[in-house]
């Protein structure tokens, strides 16, 4: 398994603003996964992070409003910018190990007002 | 058609008793399933992985893949009033993991 730190735990943010989170592996991964869990949904992938390139977007996400880093095997950043009230969702960081399975970090609960 | 489908439940058993969960997906080239449980307020936690056709067991947990019918499924058997809680299947494509919408368990005391 793997032990993901993600950080902050959860926000309130006001519309108009950024956020940033923060996600730390203890081991060196390949591939980082961002996900969207909205209120009463399932997870939805956001982007895969990769190390050394732009992060990959999922239709309907773009880079603009979900800007991704990815500055070493360990770490990964993303954005949530310019905030609205639909933004108000869980976000989580996920790693895979082994044979794909995907290990997630605690999530970040967001609140836009 | 969704990727993956589940019934969103919410599915109610007895303690004691045998619960089992549902899921159908669309993408014939897939090789790599999994079962996730989440209680509410948390993320998700693996508890079963399985990527050949038939029955993988793990305590009281048995998975089951029919590749041909693209269907897996979820046995918990003794379910207990801890089971009770939100089960995610899940279905590798290419890099990436999909999820389906969860199904919410709830296990009667």
């Known amino acids: 398994s793997a032990v993901i730190s993600q950080k902050p735990s959860r926000d309130i943010c006001q519309r108009g603003t950024s956020l940033t989170i923060q996600c730390q592996v203890d081991s060196q991964v390949t591939m980082m996964f961002w996900y969207r869990q909205q209120p009463g949904q399932s997870l939805t992938l956001i982007a895969t992070?990769?190390?050394?390139?732009?992060?990959?977007?999922e239709s309907g996400f773009v880079i603009d409003k979900f800007p991704i880093s990815r500055p070493n095997l360990t770490f990964s950043t993303l954005t949530v910018s310019n905030m609205s009230p639909e933004d108000s969702s869980i976000y989580l960081c996920?790693?895979?190990?082994?044979?794909?399975?995907?290990?997630f970090g605690q999530g970040t609960r967001l609140t836009v007002v | 058609q969704k990727e993956v489908e589940q019934n969103s439940g919410p599915l109610s058993v007895p303690e004691g008793a045998i619960a089992s969960l549902n899921c159908t997906y669309s993408d014939r080239v897939s090789q790599s399933f999994f079962w996730y449980r989440q209680y509410s307020g948390k993320s998700p936690e693996l508890i079963m992985s399985?990527?050949?056709?038939g029955d993988k067991e793990d305590g009281r947990f048995t998975a089951q893949l029919n590749k041909a019918s693209q269907y897996v499924s979820l046995l918990i058997r003794d379910s207990q009033p801890s089971d009770s809680a939100t089960y995610l299947c899940a279905v590798q494509r290419d890099d990436k993991i999909i999820f389906g919408k969860g199904t919410r368990l709830h296990i009667l005391p």
């Open positions: 992070a990769n190390q050394g390139s732009e992060a990959t977007y």
């Open positions: 996920s790693v895979e190990k082994g044979r794909t399975e995907a290990f």
């Open positions: 399985i990527y050949s056709n």
